[in-house]
């Protein structure tokens, strides 16, 4: 399944929204934006990409684990005035050369799309992990997402 053509984003308005207004909650509880990081993996992981380009504050970081962009939520039109270009947030793009689930041209496209549009992406690329499927988690996927994580949000 090519999910860049195929799937038409129903119901992701409402999660979109629900993560936006966790972000908002969370600043106004006191928690920097330099101190978050959102993430998922698949449709979490498109999740994710559309609520960091359309957060209102340029959180730490995003990461996008076999996810895609969906052309129905016009992403490219939200990264290039975003939050997340203007104010530096990074972004982890991974994905498995044997996913059969969410092609691997969908995790080069949301890189290609960040990159584009100003925005960061770790490795100037989306980090392909050789012989990984679409289910599953390998230490070196781990590895690389622990490296992420702890470059962005340094032990205080």
């Known amino acids: 399944m090519n999910v860049t053509r195929s799937d038409p984003g129903t119901g992701q308005r409402e999660s ?9 909650d969370a600043v ?17 992981g498109a999740l994710a990409l ?34 997340a270009a203007s104010g530096g947030t990074r972004f982890l793009v991974c994905h498995g050369d044997e996913d059969c689930t969410v092609h691997l041209e969908c995790g080069k496209h949301v890189a290609e799309l960040l990159q584009q549009n100003g925005c960061i992406v770790e490795n100037s690329d989306c980090e392909v992990f050789a012989g990984l499927g ?18 962005l949000l340094p032990q205080e």
């Open 50 to 83: 559309a609520a960091a380009l359309q957060s209102s504050v340029p959180i730490s970081g995003c990461i996008v684990l076999s996810g895609w962009a969906l052309p129905s939520q016009d992403l490219a039109r939200h990264a290039k005035s975003s939050a």
């Open 134 to 151: 679409h289910n599953g988690c390998r230490e070196d996927v781990v590895r690389s997402i622990q490296r992420f994580m702890f470059e």
């Open 16 to 24: 979109i929204e629900k993560v936006l207004r966790l972000i908002d």
């Open 28 to 44: 106004a509880s006191g928690i920097p934006p330099s101190r978050i990081v959102i993430g998922g993996h698949s449709q979490g």
